[in-house]
């Protein structure tokens, strides 16, 4: 199994639309999880912590499943400027807690 | 808001020549890392690198790789014999504790001719 796996999609949605990617993860041991969105040929930015059963900050929502060792984002009211890649990452097992991203999951938002 | 910075944003290197690159980590983070994304690729582990020393490294950070921390704030990485596979954007990253979030840095663009 994958460390950190994603649909790469790409998931077309209209305005408006309510959109949710899920990533899973392998190391049962993580205690926090990441979103991280990414524009083209730029950097990672984060977009959500989850240290526990879930995380909500205005359109997005972010729920962890330590059962099914996967989390996912929500994403409400998709905007234009929503369109980027969403990566998910995790801690890989190890002293120092170095980060595993996904492959991403592309989202594109059209009019 | 304090940021990562890297240094230069793009740099162009023939076959074989040694690059460095440079990151100015977030200054009281204590823990630095190396990334590197392959165009259309995933963002892939380097290095990581605590108390002067390296942490962790993965098997892409092979002998032709190394970094450094020279003083109290630059941290950089050098490829000493650059190969076309080498080309990528390089990400530095830093955060204050190892379970907390990683803030990165805004890429060199490294092209290997």
């Known amino acids: 199994r994958k460390e950190v796996e994603q649909d790469p999609g790409p998931f077309n949605v209209p305005e408006g639309a309510t959109v949710a990617f899920n990533c899973t993860y392998s190391?049962?041991?993580?205690?926090?999880f990441f979103w991280y969105r990414q524009d083209c040929r730029k950097e990672p930015k984060l977009l959500m912590s989850v240290y526990s059963s879930g995380n909500e900050d205005g359109r997005f929502t972010a729920q962890l499943n330590r059962a099914s060792q996967y989390i996912s984002l929500l994403i409400r009211d998709s905007k234009l400027s929503d369109s980027a890649t969403y990566l998910c990452?995790?801690?890989?097992?190890?002293?120092?807690?170095?980060?595993?991203f996904g492959a991403g999951t592309r989202l594109a938002v059209h009019p | 808001e304090p940021e990562v910075t890297q240094t230069p944003s793009h740099q162009v290197t023939q076959m074989g020549q040694e690059v460095i690159l440079r990151c100015v980590p977030i200054s009281n983070h204590l823990y630095f890392y190396w990334y590197r994304q392959i165009l259309g690729q995933k963002v892939e582990f380097l290095v990581s690198f605590y108390n002067n020393e390296i942490s962790e490294k993965s098997e892409i950070f092979d002998d032709q790789f190394s970094v450094e921390r020279p003083d109290g704030s630059n941290f950089t990485l050098k490829i000493r014999s650059t190969k076309l596979e080498d080309s990528a954007m390089y990400f530095c990253?830093?955060?204050?504790?190892?379970?907390?979030?990683?803030?990165f840095g805004s890429g060199t663009q490294l092209s290997v001719l």
């Open positions: 990452a995790s801690p890989f097992s190890g002293g120092y807690n170095k980060l595993i």
């Open positions: 990253a830093s955060r204050d504790s190892p379970n907390e979030k990683l803030f």
């Open positions: 190391n049962s041991a993580s205690q926090s």
